[in-house]
């Protein structure tokens, strides 16, 4: 008997089927909760974009800031390293001078440190010899389309400058300007006068 009640238990628990009322309704449900997990998903997506683009354009807008105040201090001040005065960085640096620029010994950055126990003049004439890019010469002390030195000519300022001792002459007559460009791109100003008279730029001695 009991075995009999026990089958008939399990046939009719297998017999009992779902409402399908209650399964479309259990379906929609799931599915509904996936869409809402989806666009929960998207939206932390979007604020997170949305924030790292905030800190990007703020970083921007910081840096163009700093770049614009630098930048205007620099056109109101003006350039304060005073070695700019007498040395040229490249060839059209000191084109319109009027000049021989002076400025302390020590601020001339053609000199390299293993010459500058030298004289001036010879610390200059080892220079053109060695390491020289271009010498320029001009009736004026300004070098746009002047003329080049080479060969003997240069040759013979470079024992001119070996030669020469501070003195306490002034330049006469006629005078020669000379834009020296070296190779590491440092360049040196001078003239010679008709009475032979030496000047350098950077330095307020004379020599002959």
């Known amino acids: 008997m009991t075995d009999k009640i026990k089958q008939d238990y399990v046939e009719h ?19 509904q909760e996936q869409k809402n ?8 997506l979007i604020r997170t974009v949305c924030a790292a683009a905030a800190c990007l354009a703020l970083g921007i807008g910081i840096f163009a800031a ?31 001078s009027s000049v021989i620029d002076t400025v302390p010994v020590k601020n ?18 080892l220079r053109l010899e060695n ?3 271009e010498l320029s010469v001009s009736g004026e002390n300004r070098f746009v389309d002047a003329d080049t030195v080479s060969g003997q000519e240069l040759s013979g300022i470079i024992e001119k400058l070996n030669a020469a001792e501070s003195a306490a002459a002034s330049p006469e007559g006629e005078v020669k300007y000379y834009m020296a460009v070296f190779e590491d791109m440092t360049a040196a100003k001078f003239s010679i006068a008709e009475n032979g008279v030496i000047s350098i730029s950077g330095s307020e001695e004379n020599f002959l």
């Open 13 to 31: 628990m297998n017999s009992v089927k779902p409402d399908s009322r209650f399964l479309a309704s259990l379906q929609e449900t799931l599915e």
């Open 37 to 44: 997990l989806r666009e929960r998903k998207r939206i932390r």
């Open 66 to 96: 700093v770049s614009i105040s630098r930048n205007t201090l620099e056109i109101i001040g003006g350039p304060q390293d005073s070695s700019a005065s007498g040395d040229m960085i490249n060839h059209g640096a000191a084109a319109n």
């Open 108 to 125: 001339i950055s053609w000199i390299p440190d293993d010459l500058r126990e030298l004289p001036l003049t010879k610390a200059l004439a």
């Open 131 to 133: 390491s020289l890019e």
